[in-house]
């Protein structure tokens, strides 16, 4: 019975933090409140308390979520994979869009990018999204560790390594919102995690 308790309370979670996201980027961070993302979610705003204390905090828990959950699934990589052939599976498969954006379409491809570039400019979104990033970077390098036999506490390349896997993803992120025309983020992000594994080499001029 906790099993399923837990399972639930991880997918109310998701879904409070998927509403808001949702509600943000179509009607503008100041437009909606803890109620209309509760009401959406068929929940009380009690129980969005319970599991939020902001907007901001619930919209930057995806983010935290789909990368914390990079450094569990690069735990169950196969041992002798290599590192970045496994990291780059690992954070392919948590970054992919989940079932609710397909069951919630967004609207057109420029308004949903323009929402989501406003809500990403919102002053009270970036400390949460910082904090996020923060938390995320170290399990990642924690992981890293375990895999490479380095000491997160001494070494400073399972943190380089993290790092890296960050600023793609965010790279990723930033050139999807500025991109014209329109680039998937499933070509973007493996796109810049290849480069990095690669060793960013210099492009060959066009």
């Known amino acids: 019975m906790s099993g399923l308790r837990e399972r639930k309370k991880t997918e109310t979670r998701a879904a409070l933090s998927w509403a808001a996201i ?20 068929g929940v009380s705003p009690r129980t969005f308390n319970n599991y939020f204390s902001s907007k901001a905090e619930a919209i930057a828990f995806r983010h935290l979520d789909r990368s914390r959950q990079v450094a569990e699934a690069l735990r169950q990589r ?15 498969t948590r970054f992919t869009p ?8 967004p609207g057109s491809h420029t308004e949903w990018v323009d929402g989501l570039a406003v809500m990403l400019a919102e002053p009270a979104l970036q400390g949460e999204m910082l904090r996020a990033s923060a938390i995320a970077e170290a399990d990642l390098a924690a992981a890293v560790a375990e895999r490479t036999g380095t000491d997160p506490e001494r070494d400073l390349y399972p943190h380089l390594v993290a790092a890296s896997v960050t ?6 992120i930033r050139h999807f919102l500025r991109a014209d025309p329109p680039v998937a983020m499933e070509r973007l992000l493996p796109d ?7 060793g960013l080499p210099v492009p060959t001029p066009r």
């Open 22 to 41: 949702r509600l943000t980027v179509t009607q503008g961070f100041d437009n909606v409140l803890v109620e209309d993302i509760a009401q959406a979610v």
């Open 78 to 92: 196969p041992v002798d994979e290599p590192l970045w052939a496994a990291l780059i599976e690992a954070t392919l």
């Open 98 to 105: 989940g079932p609710e954006v397909a069951q919630s379409p």
């Open 167 to 172: 600023a793609a993803v965010n790279a990723a």
């Open 192 to 198: 810049a995690l290849a480069q990095l594994a690669a």
